[in-house]
Structures are given as structure tokens and as C-alpha cells.
């Protein structure tokens, strides 16, 4: 089992700017996407004798890095590594790599079963990297498939929003060559807290880099009676363009109640290696949601976007 970690702080230095999304600025964001990549990736996982292995300190640092830029961006508090929890992903990334399946419940004929790897799958967000997570230097680009949460079969963005949820506090990493898992524990009720945002919008208020707005938008909202099924969300480009919009069933099974929408014609490409239209960047993007039921009131949100290219 890899070896304790001490637990992790991080600090980000912020800096101001004209339209920052919760203090970081399109470069800011950059800069932090560049020092959390994995480094080194050489995994020393053992399948003949079901040794999960174990992700360098370094790495580990960096992983969390990129959860917190995340955190970072939609306003909530920073988490901090748990050695326990980084041991059950480690076991939940390797039974889903030597397996070459993603299963919160798998069944005892998987190699390398035991309860406790079943108790760590349950426990863990689960993913296959993608292509797009590589690059030549063999670097890794962690995390950012959970915030994506790309597919249908992710509608309800269960892996954002609990990567995103207001009462989160610790989490583990684990990762192989070829999956990733972030365990995660529910709070209890001491471990309650009051956010530090009343929203929870992704992509956030403000300047978004490029490469972090995802095909799903949402709006999240850390109240414990909350009913989107009448909200309507209403998106306009600069100079008064609409944007269509289409709305997906609210679930509530996940961290914050939270409403999910996927904007049209944003995105050109394959899904899942899609880019931004030129005609969207550098623009700002009005979000309206209204009709939302909080608390037996009805309440609307708004806020800007402005999805950020860095290139010349």
C-alpha cells in the first residue's frame, strides 16, 4: 500500500484584474493548469501479486493543485489530501485498470477482489484517461474528465458536483496508467459549514480559460430545499445574439442541488474533443436563470461569462 502522505495545504496567491472568474485570471488559470500536470508518469503497480502501487508525492501535490483551481474558480474552500483516502483510490484506479472496467460495485470474480478494493470502488470517482490527457512529454492532465463529465450517461454531472460540493473537505488520488479515482467522504453533520458562495456556477462569473469550459454548464446552489424543475435559463452573446440552450432533467442524488444545461453551437468537433467556435471567444456570454424555487421562493440568477483564448 503506498506509503502515508502528510496531509496537503494550498495557498493560492491571488493577484487583481479586470474580470477575474473568483480571483483567478485567464492567465492565472493557465499558469496553475501548467504546474498540476503529472509529471514523471512511471507507475510501479504490481497486477500478478494485486499490489495497487502508489503516486509520487509530487503528483499527488499536483492533482490536488488542479482540484483546487477548480474549487478555486466557482468560490469554495480548498480541500486537503487524506492518506487513507489516497490509498482507497490508488486500490479503486488500479482494480478499474487491471480489470479495464469502471464498477462501484463490482462483482467477486474481478481479479484482485476483496472487500475492502469493493468498498474503495463504491467510495471513488471513477475514469478511463482519455487521449486528450496525454501529451508528448508524458505529461498527464488530471481531473479535468470529472469536471467535463462528458456523455450522456453523465447528464446529472455526479463527478463535478462532487468534486464542487459546498461541504467537501478532504478527498484521495489515485491513478495508473490508465485510470484515475478520487475517493471522497461524505460530511457529517459537525462537519457542516457555511459556503463561502451562494452559487455555484460552472463555468464561473467571469474570465474562463478555453481549455476548462466543458460541452455542460451548471448552476449549483448550496441550500437544502431547491426545485429547478421550472427554472429556464436564458444565454446571449455580446450584441444580443441568443443562444439556444437545452435544459436536462435535474437529479438530485449529488453534493449541492444543482441544474445542468448544455448551450448549442458553442462547441464545433467530435463530442468529448470538441473546441469553442471562434465566434464565442473573447466575448462576453449573459447567463439568466429564472424560475428557480429556493426555499419555497422563487428566485433568478445572473452572471457573465467570457470564454478566454490566450492564443495570439
Known amino acids: ?5 502528510k496531509t496537503l495545504w494550498l495557498c493560492f496567491l491571488l493577484t487583481p484584474g479586470l474580470v477575474h472568474a473568483q480571483g483567478l485570471s485567464a492567465a492565472e488559470q493557465a499558469s496553475l493548469l501548467e504546474r498540476s500536470r503529472l509529471v514523471d508518469c512511471k507507475w510501479k503497480e504490481m497486477a500478478l501479486t494485486c499490489s495497487p502501487g502508489e503516486v509520487s508525492a509530487l503528483n499527488l501535490q499536483r492533482a490536488l493543485l488542479r482540484i483546487n483551481l477548480f474549487r478555486t474558480m466557482v468560490g469554495l474552500d480548498t480541500l486537503i489530501l487524506s492518506s487513507e483516502l489516497n490509498e482507497r483510490a490508488q486500490l479503486a484506479a488500479f482494480m478499474c485498470h487491471v480489470n479495464k472496467r469502471l464498477e462501484h460495485h463490482p462483482s467477486p470474480d474481478w481479479r484482485c477482489y476483496s472487500a475492502t478494493a469493493d468498498s474503495a470502488l463504491a467510495q471513488s470517482n471513477l475514469r478511463f484517461y482519455d487521449e486528450k490527457d496525454r501529451n508528448s512529454k508524458r505529461e498527464m492532465e488530471p481531473v479535468n474528465g470529472f469536471i467535463e463529465d462528458h456523455g450522456a450517461a453523465n447528464s446529472a454531472l ?10 467537501l473537505q478532504r478527498v484521495g488520488y489515485g491513478a495508473t496508467e490508465t485510470t484515475e479515482a478520487i475517493a471522497v467522504v461524505f460530511p457529517t453533520a459537525d462537519d457542516y459549514h457555511r459556503p463561502k458562495t451562494e452559487r455555484i456556477a460552472y463555468p464561473p462569473p467571469g474570465d474562463v480559460l478555453e481549455q476548462l469550459v466543458f460541452p455542460k ?9 431547491v426545485d429547478f424543475s421550472r427554472a429556464v435559463v436564458t444565454m446571449t ?3 444580443g445574439k441568443l443562444i439556444r440552450v437545452r435544459k436536462l432533467r435535474p437529479v438530485e442524488a449529488y453534493g449541492d442541488p444543482t441544474l445542468v ?9 467530435k463530442p468529448g474533443s470538441s473546441t469553442i467556435r471562434p465566434e464565442f471567444l473573447n466575448k462576453a456570454i449573459a447567463v439568466k436563470v429564472d ?5 419555497g421562493e422563487k428566485k433568478s440568477y445572473e452572471y457573465l461569462v467570457r470564454i478566454v483564448s490566450l492564443q495570439p
Open 237 to 239: 452573446l455580446d450584441g
Open 158 to 167: 455526479g463527478h463535478r458536483r462532487w468534486l464542487l460540493y459546498s461541504q
Open 261 to 269: 444545461w448544455e448551450p448549442q453551437g458553442i462547441f464545433r468537433g
Open 291 to 295: 424560475g428557480v424555487v429556493v426555499n
Open 217 to 225: 454548464w451548471s448552476l449549483g446552489l448550496p441550500e437544502y430545499a
Open 1 to 5: 500500500m503506498p506509503p502515508f502522505f
